[in-house]
């Protein structure tokens, strides 16, 4: 077993330290204090333990009877027993706390750890001279004792039941890759042996197997713990029935609820990174930070101002890893990537099992009659259809579909039944497959719709739109969606009255419509600049982003429209963000190109504005720059009265604006 650096630390600071004797007594104190397990290796942790109790003896008579000089070499063996006790308490420790089933799966190495451990304090404690040591008659044959009980142990001690339960559990996996249905009773006596006893410590066991899989570096045990995972998932389905709804195992942080160490937050968003990448200056950001940077049109660094030599981006992995372990020690949520091995083929019994548990569901799904049985299932699908692409892909082949659209438009809607169902369809439509599924099986696309628009929560309500977002990742259907006017209407409905988190993901549908003509014209029809105008104060970035591609895409009708927002749009681009000033900046371009003299001059009429223009000019990002830059030259020309192309693309304009302005608020 490989020592950690930290323990020849520990090993310098025991040199120096006069208490030796008492660190000794404090850790086999610590290892007497530990439960043996109670499923698994429970000779080799009870009879660890046991000569930790007797060693606390013996160390705690050492101390009443100090020797005044110890020789060097039992000095030496001392802090070489601290050592090898420390790695004692850890691999008991990791024991009782890591996966059972990965703990099954590795019994034999496990054992031969113990079991070297335990030859190493033989030898040590063989060092160790009784009368060098000052011992009285009692406690020599203590020493005795322990020295023997160590000799006994030195032959494996690994439980033939230990080793039929493992090959009972490698039976199930190669059963479940030949496509065979596992034993219900051979899986029982199994779990039962685990001490996996219910739903909850089921979930608890999944989630300490992909804990296991980032902590892995061999892609084979990554393939073999995600077997597992299949194989839990299908024994929690099937012998213990579905968690209820909303119920947790162990309550989860949220990232707001503890300190983030500066070095884990992204210099731009200054926020948890999820996926750290290191661009060409040495510098570190979260992906999607540094991805919409360089999109937004900027070539230097946010951190040091250095131009990028180049756009590639480089994985941090180390950070990453780094971060993941930080927020499993912190019980937070840590969704950067779907769990994946790249082991070049398949991992058929993780398929198979997966195929197993979905259709054990969809079955249970369609037989269902009550809310809290049908709820209770559909939240396990969309547990599932979280995890990974092939359970999503699994799930719809299944035949849920047509199932969750059943239950969706039940005529009793429950709200928790509400979510779940949308929640589901959600998960399942980031498989881009699955699209063409959900836009095409009737039903599926109109209860989204329906829950967007009468939803009974705020959270059913924003992941509805959040699944309209994802559908329309598809150029295809961002066309349809974008010219139903239920849609459209039910987002900005949803922007202008729901709470933050549901504001944002209705923003988001919103600017993947905006992109076509056709929908950008709906988004007007149905009240987006009035929205715009509701929010331009709270959510400044947004707002303008979304004002900043319907102007563009709206034509003389957004142009009307947002004639009374001149006035606000001036006070971004003087107090904004550097993102918000840059859409206010690239706005007010269109505006004035497209919007003709009258446009100009209802802004060059607004005090200080070509001192704003200036300070853009001089400090905002690289495109804000570009803009400002286009603006002032409009101004300018509109100023000297110089009647050009830029301020006279539509010869009707004025006429628009006059006829216009007498139905706009304010």
Same mark, same amino acid.
């Given at each position: 077993?490989?020592?950690?650096?930290?323990?020849?630390?520990?090993?310098?600071? %025991?040199?120096?330290?006069?208490?030796?004797?008492?660190?000794?007594?404090?850790?086999?104190?610590?290892?007497?204090?530990?439960?043996?397990?109670?499923?698994?290796?429970?000779?080799?942790?009870?009879?660890?333990?046991?000569?930790?109790? /007797?060693?606390?003896?013996?160390?705690?008579?050492?101390?009443?009877?100090?020797?005044?000089?110890?020789?060097? *070499?039992?000095?030496?063996?001392?802090?070489?027993?601290?050592?090898?006790?420390?790695? @004692? !308490?850890? %691999?008991?420790?990791?024991?009782?706390?890591?996966?059972?089933?990965?703990?099954? @799966?590795?019994?034999?190495?496990?054992?031969?750890?113990?079991?070297?451990?335990?030859?190493?304090?033989?030898?040590?404690?063989?060092?160790? *001279?009784?009368?060098?040591?000052?011992?009285?008659?009692?406690?020599?044959?203590?020493?005795? %004792?322990?020295?023997?009980?160590?000799?006994?142990?030195?032959?494996?001690?690994?439980? *033939?039941?230990?080793?039929?339960?493992?090959?009972?559990?490698?039976?199930? $996996?190669?059963?479940?890759?030949?496509?065979?249905?596992?034993?219900?009773?051979?899986? #029982?006596?199994?779990?039962?042996?685990?001490?996996?006893?219910?739903?909850?410590?089921?979930?608890?066991?999944?989630?300490?197997?992909?804990?296991?899989?980032?902590?892995?570096?061999?892609?084979?045990?990554?393939?073999?713990?995600?077997?597992?995972?299949?194989?839990?998932?299908?024994?929690?389905?099937?012998?213990?029935?579905?968690?209820?709804?909303?119920?947790?195992?162990?309550?989860?942080?949220?990232?707001?609820?503890?300190?983030?160490?500066?070095?884990?937050?992204?210099?731009?968003?200054?926020?948890?990174?999820?996926?750290?990448?290191?661009?060409?200056?040495?510098?570190?950001?979260?992906?999607?930070?540094?991805?919409?940077?360089?999109?937004?049109?900027?070539?230097?660094?946010?951190?040091?101002?250095?131009?990028?030599?180049?756009?590639?981006?480089?994985?941090?992995?180390? %950070?990453? #890893?780094?971060?993941?372990?930080?927020?499993?020690?912190?019980?937070? #949520?840590?969704?950067?990537?779907?769990?994946?091995?790249?082991?070049?083929?398949?991992?058929?019994?993780?398929?198979?099992?997966?195929?197993?548990?979905?259709?054990?569901?969809?079955?249970?799904?369609?037989?269902?009659?009550?809310?809290?049985?049908?709820?209770?299932?559909?939240?396990?699908?969309?547990?599932?259809?979280?995890?990974?692409?092939?359970?999503?892909?699994?799930?719809?082949?299944?035949?849920? $579909?047509?199932?969750?659209?059943?239950?969706?438009?039940?005529?009793?809607?429950?709200?928790?039944?509400?979510?779940?169902?949308?929640?589901?369809?959600?998960?399942?439509?980031?498989?881009?497959?699955?699209?063409?599924?959900? !836009?095409?099986?009737?039903?599926?696309?109109?209860?989204?719709?329906?829950? /967007?628009?009468?939803?009974?929560?705020?959270?059913?309500?924003?992941?509805?739109?959040?699944?309209?977002?994802?559908?329309?990742?598809?150029?295809?259907?961002?066309?349809?969606?974008?010219?139903?006017?239920?849609?459209?209407?039910?987002?900005?409905?949803?922007?202008?009255?729901?709470?933050?988190?549901?504001?944002?993901?209705? &923003?988001?549908?919103? &600017?993947?419509?905006?992109?076509?003509?056709?929908?950008?014209?709906?988004?007007?029809?149905?009240?987006?600049?009035? &929205?715009?105008?509701?929010? @331009?104060?709270?959510?400044?970035?947004?707002?303008?982003?979304?004002?900043?591609?319907?102007?563009?895409?709206?034509?003389?009708?957004?142009? =009307?429209?947002?004639?009374?927002?001149?006035?606000?749009?001036?006070?971004?681009?003087?107090?904004?963000?550097?993102?918000?000033?840059?859409?206010?900046?690239?706005?007010?371009?269109? @505006?004035?190109?497209?919007?003709?003299?009258? !446009?100009?001059?209802? $802004? =060059? =009429?607004?005090?200080?504005?070509?001192?704003?223009?200036?300070?853009?000019?001089?400090?905002?990002?690289?495109?804000?720059?570009?803009?400002?830059?286009?603006? /002032?030259?409009?101004?300018?020309?509109?100023?000297?009265?110089?009647?050009?192309?830029?301020?006279?693309?539509?010869?009707?304009?004025?006429?628009?604006?006059?006829?216009?302005?007498?139905?706009?608020?304010?």
């Amino acid at each position: 077993m490989v020592v950690p650096l930290e323990y020849f630390s520990q090993r310098k600071r %025991l040199l120096s330290n006069d208490n030796l004797l008492q660190s000794l007594l404090g850790i086999s104190e610590e290892i007497s204090s530990l439960e043996p397990l109670k499923f698994l290796l429970k000779r080799y942790t009870t009879s660890m333990i046991r000569k930790s109790q /007797l060693l606390y003896v013996l160390f705690e008579e050492l101390l009443r009877n100090p020797v005044s000089l110890y020789p060097n *070499s039992t000095i030496l063996c001392f802090e070489e027993i601290y050592i090898v006790m420390h790695r @004692i !308490m850890t %691999l008991i420790q990791d024991c009782s706390t890591c996966s059972k089933m990965w703990l099954l @799966i590795r019994i034999e190495s496990i054992s031969t750890n113990f079991n070297s451990l335990n030859v190493e304090l033989s030898t040590l404690l063989d060092i160790l *001279s009784g009368k060098e040591l000052n011992l009285n008659q009692d406690c020599l044959e203590l020493l005795g %004792l322990i020295k023997n009980q160590c000799l006994s142990s030195k032959e494996p001690l690994l439980d *033939s039941h230990d080793k039929f339960l493992k090959s009972q559990v490698l039976t199930l $996996l190669d059963d479940i890759k030949r496509e065979i249905v596992p034993d219900t009773s051979l899986l #029982n006596n199994i779990f039962k042996n685990l001490c996996l006893h219910d739903s909850t410590s089921c979930k608890d066991e999944i989630e300490s197997l992909e804990d296991e899989v980032h902590n892995q570096t061999e892609e084979n045990f990554k393939a073999e713990i995600i077997s597992l995972i299949g194989l839990v998932r299908y024994a929690k389905c099937v012998i213990f029935g579905e968690l209820p709804p909303g119920s947790t195992s162990r309550r989860r942080k949220t990232v707001a609820e503890v300190n983030i160490p500066a070095d884990f937050k992204c210099p731009i968003s200054l926020e948890l990174m999820r996926d750290p990448v290191v661009v060409s200056t040495g510098q570190t950001y979260d992906n999607l930070s540094i991805k919409t940077w360089i999109k937004s049109g900027h070539n230097t660094c946010p951190k040091t101002g250095q131009t990028l030599a180049h756009t590639e981006l480089i994985p941090n992995l180390a %950070l990453k #890893n780094l971060i993941a372990m930080w927020c499993r020690e912190q019980w937070i #949520n840590f969704e950067s990537t779907e769990i994946k091995v790249k082991i070049g083929v398949v991992n058929k019994t993780a398929l198979e099992a997966t195929k197993m548990t979905v259709l054990f569901l969809v079955n249970k799904l369609s037989v269902s009659k009550s809310t809290n049985s049908i709820n209770r299932v559909v939240h396990e699908l969309r547990v599932l259809a979280k995890t990974d692409s092939d359970c999503r892909a699994c799930i719809v082949e299944a035949g849920a $579909l047509p199932l969750l659209v059943r239950v969706l438009g039940s005529e009793n809607r429950n709200p928790s039944l509400e979510v779940n169902v949308v929640t589901t369809i959600l998960n399942l439509s980031i498989l881009e497959a699955n699209k063409t599924w959900i !836009m095409e099986i009737d039903g599926v696309l109109n209860g989204v719709i329906e829950v /967007l628009r009468s939803g009974s929560t705020w959270e059913a309500k924003g992941n509805a739109a959040a699944t309209l977002f994802s559908l329309g990742g598809v150029h295809a259907y961002r066309k349809i969606l974008g010219r139903k006017t239920p849609v459209v209407k039910g987002l900005v409905d949803l922007a202008r009255e729901g709470p933050t988190s549901c504001k944002k993901d209705a &923003m988001v549908a919103i &600017m993947n419509l905006a992109g076509d003509r056709d929908a950008a014209g709906k988004l007007i029809e149905c009240g987006v600049v009035d &929205m715009v105008a509701e929010l @331009i104060r709270r959510m400044p970035e947004e707002v303008t982003t979304i004002l900043e591609v319907v102007v563009k895409r709206g034509g003389l009708m957004a142009i =009307a429209a947002s004639y009374i927002l001149i006035p606000n749009l001036v006070t971004i681009l003087r107090e904004g963000s550097d993102r918000a000033r840059e859409s206010v900046a690239a706005t007010l371009v269109n @505006i004035c190109q497209k919007g003709g003299s009258e !446009m100009v001059a209802e $802004l =060059a =009429a607004v005090r200080g504005i070509e001192r704003v223009v200036w300070e853009i000019m001089g400090m905002g990002t690289g495109r804000a720059k570009r803009k400002a830059a286009t603006l /002032l030259r409009i101004l300018r020309r509109w100023a000297a009265g110089i009647d050009n192309d830029a301020t006279s693309t539509y010869s009707s304009s004025s006429v628009y604006m006059s006829s216009t302005r007498i139905i706009l608020p304010g």
